[in-house]
């Protein structure tokens, strides 16, 4: 099982230690690195930075969203980025929910989200391969554009640009069941979230099938701690806030997931807790119980017991989220 770090994206500013936690983690024999984006920082920005002050640890997004740019803006953003990395890049998408989709990037949630996938995915491939000029007759995504209100003079390009690779990873964030079978079909990766290793079922019966090489690389908050209750903190804050606000009441994916997880009645209190302004004890009805098992906290001896259970399962790459050097330093010494 290889590690990675996961930086995610910024708060209110740029975080100071972003930059020096990567250079540990590629110090530390890390593979890879991996930046995210919301509603603020974006993805690729920051990891061009990271790349310029590294030379061998991989890079990569988790995730990208796919409402941010199109399928060919994604594209050229990981050519590119490929090419100056000399070959470290790795580009990891994932589609929101309607609540970021229509309420920042002002576009329609698909009412085919496996279909607007699946049409993304294919055209990033087109430009990556650069075999032909890119054309899809797609619901979500045609190339050349052909809808009512088009000139019709659009033509199929290929990329101006020699993609340095033409087999660059493409990995999905996916979180039903259906979207996860679609991941392993179409996909290099998956990028799960809340994986617990106890219950890979919850997303459905896909996972027991891979395909070989496929990656599986969750994100998963990491803390060397003597105290777990303390530790777990941060983890809750985390969920409080997915399950809470990251959806709409009727239409929340993380919700839905920790429900298949076998926390529906609490997921569903977290949610009525938050949207009613009460965060704080959203936060607190977080059972503690979940957020262990979908992390790696507590004393040294502890953290080593439980990681066996993330190596035993098909996880190939585990997404740090550590707060510090010394957690980077000791999760690495247990892993080698």
């Given at each position: ?51 310029a002050r590294t030379s061998t640890i991989g890079l990569g997004t988790a995730v990208a969203q796919m409402a941010a740019r199109s399928p ?258 000791v999760l690495a010494e247990l892993n080698s």
């Open positions: 099982m290889r590690l990675g770090l996961a930086l995610g994206y910024w708060g209110r500013g740029p975080s100071p230690d972003h930059l020096e936690l990567a250079c540990e983690a590629e110090r530390l024999g890390y593979a890879s690195v991996w930046t995210a984006e919301s509603w603020g920082s974006d993805a690729f920005t920051p990891l061009t930075w990271i790349a060919t803006t994604t594209a050229m953003h990981a050519l590119t980025l490929d090419h100056l990395s000399g070959g470290r890049m790795m580009v990891g998408l994932g589609l929101s929910g309607p609540q970021v989709v229509e309420g920042w990037y002002g576009r329609p949630f698909p009412e085919s989200p496996l279909t607007a996938t699946r049409e993304y995915v294919d055209v990033v491939r087109q430009v990556l391969r650069r075999r032909a000029p890119v054309e899809l007759d797609g619901r979500f995504h045609s190339h050349p554009y052909r809808g009512p209100d088009g000139t019709g003079l659009g033509r199929p390009l290929r990329s101006i640009t020699h993609p340095l690779r033409d087999d660059l990873p493409v990995l999905l964030g996916a979180e039903g069941p259906r979207n996860v079978a679609q991941t392993i079909r179409i996909a290099d990766g998956w990028l799960p979230l809340y994986w617990s290793p106890n219950r890979p079922d919850a997303y459905g019966p896909a996972v027991a099938e891979l395909p070989e090489g496929f990656r599986v690389a969750p994100l998963a908050q990491v803390r060397i701690c003597d105290d777990v209750t303390e530790g777990l903190l941060p983890v809750k804050t985390m969920l409080g806030f997915y399950i809470g606000g990251m959806g709409h009441a009727t239409r929340n994916f993380h919700a839905d997931l920790m429900a298949r997880m076998g926390y529906e009645e609490e997921a569903r209190h977290i949610q009525e807790l938050f949207l009613a302004g009460r965060r704080e004890e959203a936060v607190l009805a977080v059972p503690d119980a979940f957020a262990d098992e979908i992390s790696l906290v507590g004393p040294r001896e502890r953290v080593a017991e439980r990681l066996e259970s993330w190596r035993k399962g098909p996880v190939t790459d585990l997404l740090v989220v550590a707060p510090d050097r010394t957690t980077l330093r």
